[in-house]
């Protein structure tokens, strides 16, 4: 069945950087370009941005430019998520989704990323 | 705030039938952009609910339906359940800001 999987939860000094992985599994990994999500305690779902699997092309939200970078490794059908320059708001839970045409479907099952001094 | 506004709550009785707002814009759901419905049980990733409007995946009841008009998409429950009880989040494309937008959220209670 169609899985992703994301790595451990993470705990960050403000200003250092976090990388949160996706592997992905049960289907053609560069078939379908991932998405990023992350959700603020007891906030909604924001979304931070897309890289096409083939081709490694990205689109960031415009909030998180410049801080945000997504990459992958075809070869090992993982997705990655860097966020820089960390900031208490940052903290939160981070989720890799699948761009399917029908929807964001499925997710990871999220990363806490904890911004702590 | 969000580019798409949601009540931050809504509940109802066993059986009942409850009714969700998405109010966007004419730079998004006006636009013909896509809009997409996902439910987050407590403590869970959020799953994919409706799509295209008014289309379920495979697993998710006939109860889950979806509509649009002009620039607002609403999502209906009928014969609520105690399993129902979660936040629902509508989605779709934003032009001006040129990236997926989210509303913020509402919180179903099931009395």
């Known amino acids: 069945q169609v899985q992703l999987v994301q790595s451990g939860a993470e705990v960050k000094k403000p200003g250092a950087s976090v990388k949160v992985s996706c592997k992905a599994s049960?289907?053609?990994?560069?078939?379908?370009?991932m998405n990023w999500v992350r959700q603020a305690p007891g906030q909604r779902l924001e979304w931070l941005g897309w890289i096409n699997a083939g081709k490694g092309n990205t689109k960031y939200s415009q909030k998180l430019q410049g801080r945000v970078t997504i990459t992958r490794d075809t070869s090992a059908s993982t997705a990655y998520m860097e966020l820089s320059s960390l900031r208490f708001e940052d903290t939160g839970v981070y989720y890799c989704?699948?761009?399917?045409?029908?929807?964001?479907?499925?997710w990871g099952q999220g990363t806490l990323v904890t911004v702590s001094s | 705030q969000s580019v798409l506004t949601q009540p931050p709550s809504v509940s109802g009785a066993p059986g009942q039938r409850v009714t969700i707002s998405c109010t966007g814009s004419?730079?998004?759901?006006?636009?013909?952009?896509?809009v997409r419905w996902y439910q987050q049980l407590p403590g869970t990733a959020p799953q994919l609910l409706i799509y295209?409007?008014?289309n379920r995946p495979s697993g998710v009841p006939d109860r889950f339906s979806g509509s649009k008009s002009g620039t607002s998409a609403s999502l209906a429950i009928t014969g609520l359940q105690a399993e129902d009880e979660a936040d629902y989040y509508c989605q779709s494309y934003d032009s001006s800001l040129s990236g997926v937008v989210f509303g913020g959220g509402t919180k179903l209670t099931v009395l």
């Open positions: 004419s730079s998004n759901i006006g636009a013909g952009y896509d």
């Open positions: 989704a699948r761009d399917h045409p029908r929807g964001f479907d499925p």
């Open positions: 049960g289907y053609t990994f560069i078939s379908y370009s």
């Open positions: 295209d409007i008014n």
